[in-house]
């Protein structure tokens, strides 16, 4: 895999009170991905981009919501959600270097 494919399958961390749930429970990072990323994409982009080794990759698709604007119908983008599980001892910290 080309290291410029996998700059671009991560797009940002899920950051919600499920995602903080599964991370404490499950040792799990969610993040959202390309909606034509694969398992073996994501795990080998997570690994470049924060130097940890992952265990395993679960891909969940998100239906967009439907939505109404001056009374016509239209549905929002759908998306994909990767759930990606790191060995033990591994961490993924996303508030370094925040001042508070």
């Known amino acids: 895999m080309n290291q410029e494919r996998?700059?671009?399958v991560l797009l940002a961390p899920q950051i919600s009170e499920k995602a903080t749930y599964v991370a404490d429970k499950n040792e799990q990072v969610v993040f959202r991905v390309?909606?034509?990323a694969t398992k073996p994409e994501i795990k080998a982009a997570v690994e470049l981009l924060f130097k940890v080794q992952v265990e395993s990759v679960q891909v969940c698709n998100v239906?967009?919501?439907?939505?109404?604007?001056?009374?016509?119908a239209g549905r929002r983008k759908s998306w994909k959600k990767a759930f990606v599980?790191?060995?033990?001892g591994q961490e993924i910290n996303f508030v370094e270097g925040?001042?508070?």
């Open 85 to 88: 599980s790191l060995k033990p």
């Open 34 to 36: 390309a909606t034509d």
């Open 6 to 8: 996998l700059m671009q």
């Open 63 to 72: 239906k967009g919501k439907v939505k109404r604007f001056r009374g016509a």
């Open 98 to 100: 925040g001042n508070a």
